[in-house]
């Protein structure tokens, strides 16, 4: 007779369960889901000048974000998400005696990285790209908005542009608290509701 040894799996250390209960409470689309409700549907900003001396013509944005995408950086030291946010965008250029309006679709680059501080805190730290990184598809009607843009390089003023309104939108208070978790006050809240799960519910459940 051939004795079968059975292995028994050892319980995980306190540092790996803190290491996998991050990674799952934090996956990828829980990441993307969450950017998109914090972010909502529309962004917009402006007018703001732009051209020599910021005087030459202001730019209004209004722009319509869709799905965001992303993928988990293999091999980096914490928890890092690349993360690409697409933005339907319509710009407003007022010139001296003129208003030409473009149309792109934007691409911002962010990278997402999760750091730990004490005592159980989360820290989502948001990196926002520069200005090169941004992709931009411009397009224009009219004849006046392509010759424009190849004389003044609008394109990168409107890259710039793009880059202020991320900025100003990820400094808003609402933002912070999202990227900012405090999991012993969240666990606090959801503790109710978590033991409702296994309290008893009427003295039957107390029966043997």
Do not use: C
Not at 28 to 56: E, K, S, W
């Amino acid at each position: 007779m051939v004795d079968v040894v059975t292995e028994v799996a050892s319980p995980p250390s306190y540092e790996l369960f803190g290491v996998n209960w991050v990674r799952r409470v934090l996956h990828r689309d829980r990441i993307l889901h969450t950017i998109d409700q914090v972010l909502g549907d529309q962004i917009a900003l402006g007018p703001i000048g732009a051209g020599p001396g910021r005087a030459f013509a202001s730019v209004s944005f209004v722009g319509r974000f869709r799905p965001t995408t992303g993928e988990e950086v293999v091999g980096a030291p914490l928890l890092t998400y690349a993360i690409d946010l697409p933005i339907s965008v319509v710009f407003q250029l007022e010139l001296p005696l003129d208003r030409l309006n473009f149309n792109a679709e934007v691409v911002i680059p962010l990278v997402l990285v999760v750091h730990t501080e004490e005592p159980l805190r989360l820290r989502l730290e948001l990196i926002t790209p520069t200005e090169e990184q941004i992709g931009l598809e411009l397009k224009t009607d009219t004849r006046r908005g392509a010759m424009l843009r190849k004389l003044t390089g609008l394109d990168s003023e409107l890259r710039r542009f793009v880059l202020k309104v991320i900025d100003t939108e990820l400094a808003k208070p609402y933002v912070q608290r999202a990227t900012h978790l405090d999991m012993e006050e969240l666990i606090d809240h959801a503790w109710p509701a978590l033991t409702e799960r296994f309290l008893p519910q009427g003295p039957e459940d107390r029966q043997a």
